[in-house]
């Protein structure tokens, strides 16, 4: 073997090596990203929300400590939790889901929407009580006060129908909307929504280096405009998860999974 062959044969070997820790760490490195909302609603000189979403049956590390871990750190009044917490297209995901709601709520109070993936579930109701049994407050098109704001929830098959306006109607003070699907943001904004958490895009699946752009969405299509980041419509604003799983294709490129963190302040 020559010396050329030799030194192509080792330049392969340490891409391939260097392509698989991309991927690794593309997919499984958190990144935590932080927002502030001010508010003259907001009752409270601050409330802390740790909002995740789409995590798709994954576990961070070892029975996923990586993640509560992260969550952990930064002591939220609340977490929220934005739906797809199952992978419908493996079979299911029940167990991943109720234990990481089981560990989620020694942290802080968990508030649950359903996303796509949950609707789409022959065993819903299942679901559901697994997730309510092990301490979440699933909000299935249900409104709440907690903290003095109210917490209302809006499950994924209901996001284009009327029920969005029913809930937000008459209710006083600041309104979080939890609802997977950010695509729908004239809707949330027309419905007098204050704040909306959203996942659903994964950030795009793949993004464009050194941009926030994402290549493809459900719902959204090619280059969505709802990928990621804060978003308003009217006196509405969004904040839209990269998500910590994946879906139909496995892979993320330049797509970190998300943690994110949203401090609110009463003005």
């Not at 939790?81 to 297209?89: E, K, L, Q, V």
């Not at 809006?154 to 306006?165: E, S």
Request: charged content about 20%; proline content about 4%.
């Amino acid at each position: 073997m020559t010396p050329l062959t030799i030194g192509i044969i080792c330049g392969a070997v340490a891409a391939a090596v260097l392509l698989v820790l991309f991927a690794w760490y593309s997919n499984n490195a958190l990144k935590l990203t932080k927002y502030r909302v001010k508010s003259p609603e907001i009752p409270r000189k601050s409330i802390k929300i740790v909002h995740l979403s789409d995590l798709h049956a994954k576990l961070f590390g070892k029975k996923g400590e990586r993640l509560f871990r992260l969550v952990r750190a930064q002591s939220p009044d609340v977490i929220c939790f934005t739906g797809d917490i199952i992978h419908n297209y493996k079979g299911g995901g029940t167990e991943v889901a109720a234990y990481t709601i089981s560990q989620l709520v020694k942290i802080a109070p968990v508030y649950f929407v359903a996303g796509n993936h949950e609707m789409r579930n022959k065993n819903y109701r299942s679901l559901k009580k697994a997730i309510a049994d092990a301490g979440a407050i699933v909000l299935d098109n249900q409104c709440v006060e907690a903290f003095g704001i109210k917490i209302i929830g809006v499950n994924a098959a209901h996001l284009k129908n009327a029920t969005v306006f029913r809930l937000a109607d008459g209710v006083q003070g600041f309104k979080l909307l939890l609802a997977h699907e950010p695509q729908y943001l004239s809707r949330y904004s027309m419905a007098g929504y204050d704040l909306v958490l959203s996942g659903h895009a994964h950030g795009g699946q793949w993004r464009i280096p050194f941009t926030s752009i994402g290549v493809y969405s459900p719902g959204q299509g090619l280059f969505p405009k709802y990928a990621e980041g804060m978003h308003s419509a009217g006196d509405t604003r969004m904040i839209v998860s990269r998500g910590l799983g994946n879906s139909e294709f496995p892979l993320r490129i330049f797509n970190r999974p998300e943690v994110v963190v949203i401090e609110l302040i009463g003005a």
